[in-house]
């Protein structure tokens, strides 16, 4: 665990960023709360019932040419857009989860894992270094109840936490991108969690917290009674190229960054296909050190530890590359559940 931000739960620093109205008010539209099938609230049969790793590049989105998002594109990247539709057919009908939980990494908190608890955000999410790509007009409802949860679990397990309650905090797009690209309908609640950012300063801080999270996440799922899938909005191999071409969707352009990045990509994939995910605990660390893997964030660490490292393969839905970087979309299913 971090040696730089823990320090023991139920400070009256963290209780004070954390404490919100006297009675929180559920989402504007409790229906969505609860789905069809749901165990009901409060009682302690929820269940995560799949992971996914599901990688938020804007051009995804771009090229799929949504209403919510403003530019138009004449698509690209297709064979990573067909994985996510092979996602959403998962995840609906009979499979149809209560709620998304979402984790990502370019919702940076410097200090300790924050949980969005505004119930009905609303906005416009830029990409910093797309916006020619990627202004999305957002609304959705949060799971508070769920959001709360999770916050008291963490608390309860030593993570310094916060809840976010600022409704003009504006979303950030590697939150929408996954959340979008799963859900493009938006019609299921969300839960949506920051990176905290020290594994990006310390490198010794490694993945460690992130265990615990997904384990804080775990039980306050059960608690509450939810059927929920997990999204890990990770890209894998990182690095990418400086210059845009004039047309964005030129996939004529668009390859592996380099051979090695390719290689490493392709030995994680091979080792998730293969199970079980135990393996995972040590080649993750060892991809990020050869790719500068996105995963640094620890999004992935999270969603496995949340299912407690199933003992099953992964399956690999799509796997592409976006401006030289590797993008996968993973299920996981935990048949222990
Ligand atoms: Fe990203």
Same mark, same amino acid.
Request: charged residues 20%; hydrophobic residues 40%; contains cysteine.
């Given at each position: 665990?971090?040696?730089?931000?823990?320090?023991?739960?139920? *400070?009256?620093?963290?209780?004070?960023?954390?404490?919100?109205?006297?009675?929180?008010?559920?989402?504007?539209?409790?229906?969505?709360?609860?789905?069809?099938?749901?165990?009901?609230?409060?009682?302690?049969?929820?269940?995560?019932?799949?992971?996914?790793?599901?990688?938020?590049?804007?051009?995804?989105?771009?090229?799929?040419?949504?209403?919510?998002?403003?530019?138009?594109?004449?698509?690209?990247?297709?064979?990573?857009?067909?994985?996510?539709?092979?996602?959403?057919?998962?995840?609906?009908?009979?499979?149809?989860?209560?709620?998304?939980?979402?984790?990502?990494?370019?919702?940076?908190?410097?200090?300790?894992?924050?949980?969005?608890?505004?119930?009905?955000?609303?906005?416009?999410?830029? $990409?910093?270094?797309?916006?020619?790509?990627?202004?999305?007009?957002?609304?959705?409802?949060?799971?508070?109840?769920?959001?709360?949860?999770?916050?008291?679990?963490?608390?309860?397990?030593?993570?310094?936490?916060?809840?976010?309650?600022?409704?003009?905090?504006?979303?950030?797009?590697? *939150?929408?991108?996954?959340?979008?690209?799963?859900?493009?309908?938006?019609?299921?609640?969300?839960?949506?969690?920051?990176?905290?950012?020290?594994?990006?300063?310390?490198?010794?801080?490694?993945?460690?917290?992130?265990?615990?999270?997904?384990?804080?996440?775990?039980?306050?799922?059960?608690?509450?009674?939810?059927?929920?899938?997990?999204?890990?909005?990770?890209?894998?191999?990182?690095?990418?190229?400086?210059?845009?071409?004039?047309?964005?969707?030129?996939?004529?352009?668009?390859?592996?960054?380099?051979?090695?990045?390719? $290689?490493?990509?392709?030995?994680?994939?091979?080792?998730?296909?293969?199970?079980?995910?135990?393996?995972?605990?040590?080649?993750?660390?060892?991809?990020?050190?050869?790719?500068?893997?996105?995963?640094?964030?620890?999004?992935?660490?999270?969603?496995?530890?949340?299912?407690?490292?199933?003992?099953?393969?992964?399956?690999?839905?799509?796997?592409?590359?976006?401006?030289?970087?590797?993008?996968?979309?993973?299920?996981?299913?935990?048949?222990?559940?």
């Amino acid at each position: 665990m971090s040696r730089v931000f823990h320090v023991p739960a139920g *400070t009256s620093a963290s209780r004070a960023r954390r404490a919100g109205p006297a009675t929180t008010s559920p989402a504007p539209n409790v229906s969505f709360v609860c789905g069809a099938g749901s165990a009901g609230r409060g009682s302690a049969s929820g269940r995560i019932v799949a992971g996914y790793l599901a990688p938020h590049p804007p051009h995804l989105i771009y090229a799929d040419n949504p209403e919510q998002n403003e530019p138009r594109s004449r698509g690209g990247w297709e064979v990573l857009r067909w994985g996510y539709e092979e996602l959403r057919r998962r995840i609906a009908g009979p499979n149809r989860p209560d709620v998304l939980v979402v984790h990502a990494p370019h919702w940076i908190t410097m200090v300790g894992h924050h949980v969005n608890c505004v119930p009905n955000p609303r906005g416009i999410s830029v $990409e910093p270094i797309f916006p020619n790509l990627f202004r999305y007009h957002y609304d959705f409802r949060t799971d508070v109840e769920l959001a709360e949860s999770i916050l008291a679990e963490a608390d309860g397990l030593g993570l310094v936490t916060s809840a976010m309650r600022e409704p003009d905090v504006r979303v950030d797009y590697a *939150t929408i991108g996954a959340l979008h690209l799963a859900n493009p309908a938006w019609d299921l609640p969300v839960v949506s969690i920051s990176a905290n950012n020290n594994p990006y300063f310390y490198s010794d801080a490694a993945l460690d917290e992130m265990e615990v999270l997904g384990e804080a996440t775990r039980r306050a799922i059960e608690k509450t009674g939810r059927n929920a899938v997990l999204l890990a909005s990770n890209s894998l191999s990182h690095l990418h190229w400086d210059v845009e071409p004039d047309l964005p969707e030129d996939m004529s352009r668009e390859h592996a960054y380099n051979q090695h990045q390719y $290689e490493w990509d392709m030995r994680l994939l091979s080792a998730i296909r293969e199970g079980p995910t135990s393996r995972l605990r040590e080649l993750v660390p060892r991809h990020i050190e050869e790719t500068s893997s996105e995963t640094k964030a620890g999004s992935l660490s999270w969603l496995l530890s949340a299912m407690r490292w199933p003992d099953v393969p992964g399956d690999v839905l799509a796997y592409g590359t976006v401006i030289g970087t590797g993008n996968a979309v993973v299920e996981w299913t935990d048949r222990r559940a």
